[in-house]
């Protein structure tokens, strides 16, 4: 297994990057928000948006709400690790909070999008893991987004139109989760999370105990 470091080298582990992608309304913040609620060792990646606050939605918390113009001066200094224009806003992830967590070893969860997805899979392949969230049919994705009712008829037309370019590229993903049942796609994405934590510890060479077994 050429993945496994030598037992003498040890290499400083790295926080996994867990990125959660789909089309809007097919449940991705509600299993991230559960992900977050139950697993502590997982921080949340809070981006940089121009799009308007929602009524259920905490500035710091959920996003950090910026102007276009302050928008445009974090991307051109270099302050966003990845951005995209999604449904007509701008969306960023700030670069310095998660180099800071990378290099302490914790793992981060983002809630981005496939263009968001495709640039850290270009700088930081080998610390991503990617799940795509498919609902069940497009008729449960479109009441969904009414049922949530946080978004104009407009705004929500516009997500539902975007639906099918944005789960076009599911093949992009390690792995896909239909959101039927939330407590079963919950439960798929909590094994995703312990088994490529497991995968990480062995590449980095940190079964100590196995060491200590064998030694
Ligand atoms: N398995 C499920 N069954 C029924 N309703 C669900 C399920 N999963 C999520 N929901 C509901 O669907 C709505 C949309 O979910 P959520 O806001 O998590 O979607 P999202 O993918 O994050 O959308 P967006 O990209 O717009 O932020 C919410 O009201 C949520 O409670
Ligand atoms: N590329 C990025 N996409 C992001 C980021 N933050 C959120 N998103 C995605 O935007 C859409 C819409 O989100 P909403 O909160 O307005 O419903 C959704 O697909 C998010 O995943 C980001 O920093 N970069």
Redesign the pocket.
Known sequence: MADIAPAHVKIARRGLMLVIS???????????RTLMDKDKQIGLSVSVTTRQRRQSEIEGVHYQFVSQREFERLRDSDSLLEWAQVHGNYYGTPREAVETAMGEGRDMLF?IDWQGAQQLQDKMSADVVSIF?LPPTMA?LQS??H??AEDSEEVIQT?LNNSRAEIAHWREYDYVIV????NA?FDAVQSIVKAERLRRDRRHGLFDFVEGLIA
């Open positions: 789909s089309p809007s309304g097919a449940g991705k913040s509600t299993i991230a809630d969230i449960e969904r987004l049922r949530r997500r959101n039927d049942d939330l796609a």
